[in-house]
């Protein structure tokens, strides 16, 4: 491994004055001055208290074996792609063609997923206001497409439905071909000559 005890001092000191400047900032931003308790800039709403049984823990066991898995296919399938690109492409042009390729692949993968795979459901309704991020796209009046829900908004939006939505709003195909699909993408995606991060994909593919 590469990772070293001087690399963490820094990584550490970074974050932390990283972190104290973003919260100096957001404080003066929402007129509270001074105010250093901004959860930062990715904010996931608030968690209501919930009791958890000892049998749940299986489930919990299980889900970090999958996740590990998945993570372990992930690096390896980069490592490949990382390998390809350092020997295939070395100009320029092809690195530009290869984000044009994949910002096309996407969209086109995308939304013929939203177009075949027909889950519309009906619209909650609260305090008489449908609730935020539900898009119709293809469905009946008062109806949503949960699968464009998820795909049309920015990956905080759909991280923040999936952990406050109710349990049925978003079916297990929608939620399948979603993760299938965001999964191997993500792998697509990571390494191309963009500026691009990991922490979005890795949370919402359970990475």
Same mark, same amino acid.
Request: hydrophobic share 45%.
């Given at each position: ?38 959860? =930062? +800039?990715?904010?996931? &709403?608030?968690? $209501? #208290? ?7 823990? @299986? ?8 996740? =590990? +898995?998945?993570?372990? &296919?992930?690096? $390896? #399938? ?7 690109? @350092? ?121």
């Amino acid at each position: 491994s590469f990772w070293n005890q001087s690399l963490t001092w820094r990584i550490f000191f970074s974050s932390l004055v990283s972190s104290f400047f973003l919260n100096t900032i957001l404080s003066t931003y929402k007129g509270s001055p001074g105010d250093l308790s901004n959860p =930062g +800039l990715a904010n996931f &709403g608030l968690f $209501e #208290i919930s009791n958890y049984e000892w049998y749940e823990l @299986i489930i919990f066991i299980m889900m970090g074996a999958l996740g =590990g +898995l998945l993570g372990a &296919g992930f690096n $390896e #399938i980069n490592i490949k792609l990382s390998l390809f690109r @350092i020997r295939h492409m070395k100009y320029r042009i092809l690195k530009v063609i290869e984000v044009i390729l994949v910002a096309f692949t996407t969209t086109a993968i995308g939304f013929c997923a939203m177009y075949f795979v027909e889950d519309c459901t009906y619209a909650q309704v609260k305090d008489n206001t449908t609730e935020l991020y539900n898009l119709q796209m293809q469905c009946d009046s008062g109806q949503y497409n949960s699968l464009a829900t998820l795909f049309l908004q920015s990956p905080e939006s759909t991280v923040k439905d999936l952990l406050h939505s109710p349990i049925d709003k978003f079916s297990w195909k929608s939620l399948l071909t979603f993760s299938v699909i965001y999964y191997f993408m993500s792998v697509w995606t990571y390494g191309l000559a963009v500026a691009s991060g990991l922490f979005m994909p890795s949370l919402l593919t359970g990475l």
